[in-house]
């Protein structure tokens, strides 16, 4: 039995985030995947390939805060530097991942690496926020850089399937992220004609962004670049196959059953909390980023 696909949603018009951030904003949003849809990836934005001049104006985002939320970060092409509040700062390059962890207060900026921003080039990352529960909201902030040299990886049929295990398990390997909730995040490359396959709760949400080239699934639908599926809540495999060299970024997580209330960078549970959030943050609770 394999588990029937709910949607497959092309990318959205982009809109830019800072000025170095072209993104799809595939959830949360309108009639598309809602607040909790995806739980408990609360927001998936996705850079698609998209090619900087070079240029000596700094490209990104400015020092904002987050509460309530992880921010990830995935590396394809381009390089992004971080700094925060806290004191961390790092720079991921192709297949590297950085997991910050904002929980009770932090204040960060991303932007472009400045060798990269200098000579321009191909830049294609995702960003996504996973919510955290109630009992983890005000959590102390940490950051975790996660380089695809110390990854953990997952190989099969002759290396034609290749896969980093961010977060969570597959085949008893653990991924390196250092997580505070039940979730998957894999970042999956299958050669042409390569195949590979999941077996999730069937209670899980379950999604998959196809970075590169093109899938099959279940050997029903074929997916292009750029698009994601949306998986439903039941039993049943799910088996991608490349019709050419693919690379597929596979979300899968428990739901957490709470109320969300969303205001910009804060997600909380309730309005108090998101006016609490504002007030420790216009009183320098957060930190300090130049």
Known sequence: MTRNIENIFEPPPHHWVGNGFRVHNFFPGG????????SPFFLCDYNSKHTFPPSNVPRGVGSHPHRG???VTIAYHGKV??????GNSGIIGENDVQWMTAGGGILHKEYHENEFNNKGGLFQMVQLWTNLPAKHKMTPAKYQDLLYRDAAIFNSDN???SMNIIAGEYKNISGKADILMPLNLFDLSLASNSSVEFNFDTKHNTGFLVIEGNVRVNDRNDVPEDNFILFKNEPGRIV???NKNSKVLIMNG????????PYGPFVMNTQDEIQQAIEDFNNGKFGHLD
């Open 159 to 161: 290396r034609k399937v």
């Open 240 to 242: 991608i196959k490349a």
């Open 31 to 38: 009639p598309r995947i809602g607040l909790k849809r995806m």
């Open 69 to 71: 939320i992880e921010t």
């Open 81 to 86: 530097a971080h700094h925060d509040s806290v």
């Open 254 to 261: 428990e739901p957490i059953d709470e109320p969300i209330a």
